[in-house]
Nanobody, 118 residues
């Protein structure tokens, strides 16, 4: 079992920045990938960014160049630095942890809301 807690959400004006953080506890040595997702009202949850244990990262095209994911697998913390925020970035942001072995399992945090508005 893995327990995830996100923090750092809030309201920011367009063009501003926010940093989200996620801390994992439990079976943290088994985590292979840490990921951020987001869900806007009326829309499906979508992938934002991921960081693997080997340091490899991946981003949704909409956030490339604006968001940066970083992680410390020793402590199992992952941050999402969000810059140049747009109104369409408004969503609840969720942290996700994926364990690949012995079987694939995914765990979710409770989410942290981000509102980009003037």
């Amino acid at each position: 079992q893995v327990h995830l807690v996100e923090s750092g959400g809030g309201k920011v004006q367009p063009g501003g920045s926010l940093k989200l953080s996620c801390v994992a506890s439990g079976s943290i040595d088994s985590i292979d990938i840490m990921t951020w997702y987001r869900q806007s009202p009326g829309k499906q949850r979508e992938f934002v960014a991921a960081i693997r244990r080997d340091g490899g990262t991946q981003y949704h095209d909409d956030v490339k160049g604006r968001f940066a994911i970083s992680g410390d697998y020793a402590k199992i913390t992952v941050d999402l630095q969000m810059n140049s925020l747009k109104s369409e970035d408004t969503a609840v942001y969720y942290c996700n942890a994926i364990i690949m072995s012995p079987s694939v399992a995914g765990y979710w945090g409770q989410g942290t809301p981000v509102t980009v508005s003037s």
